[in-house]
């Protein structure tokens, strides 16, 4: 059945999975190609997610991850305002409009380095999020009135294992920050999860400030990955940021 959305009226959703049976692709080995590069081809190909992309639903395979996480935890509401951290190529985006609805103005703001095309329905800002400059003039702009951050936001690998999960923090603090300054009482962030030594302290944080904490990993999220997702809803407000 579809959810219904604040104002009381229904709306479908898109399907939290891609729709159809699909048979398995073998792949054969190559002359001069590496075992490692036939597992990966073989796992494109018969990736149900990565197919999908061939129908311009959307622009990444990552939307399916954030379709999971809201069918689970319903927080891409109609008509809220939304932030999505580390946009390109614009997956999340295309869902957030999906869901809240296409309004003017826009209640969609998606934010990266990167450039990135157009969506219907949201305003995209390019610039550097963990800029301290830039990430003030953002909260000045949008403080108390966002409903829900998001943020999928990764580092690029070094494969320096302590390099890697020191980024990966940092991104994830900065996302907790920026939310504590925007959110209005009752939001939710939502935020790619990572292990490394500080996800003890972040979690304590967040389980202060919002009312529940929970970490999912959205069956678009391929098997052998260690990515989760913390989803946290219900923001207390000021005075426990």
Known sequence: MPRNDRGGRSRAKSPSRPRGRRLSVKVKSAKGRKASSTRWLRRQLND???????DKRYRSRAAWKLIQ????????????CVVDLGA???????VAVERIGRVTPARVIALDTSEMEPINGAEYLCLNFLDTNERSRLID?????????????????TGHRVTDQLRAL?????AYQFAQRVLVAGGTLVLKGFHGGGEAELMSALKRDFALVRTSKPPAS??????????AIGFRGEEFA
Not at 222 to 231: A, D, Q
């Open 48 to 54: 149900p997610y990565v197919s999908t992309r061939g």
């Open 69 to 80: 996480l809201d069918d689970k935890f319903e927080f891409l509401a109609r008509g809220r």
């Open 88 to 94: 390109a190529p614009g997956g999340w985006t295309q």
């Open 141 to 157: 702009r949008f403080a108390r009135r966002v409903e829900v951050v998001l943020s999928d936001m990764a580092a690029p690998a």
């Open 170 to 174: 940092r991104l994830s603090e900065a």
């Open 222 to 231: 391929r098997p052998e990955s260690g990515e989760t997702y913390i989803v």
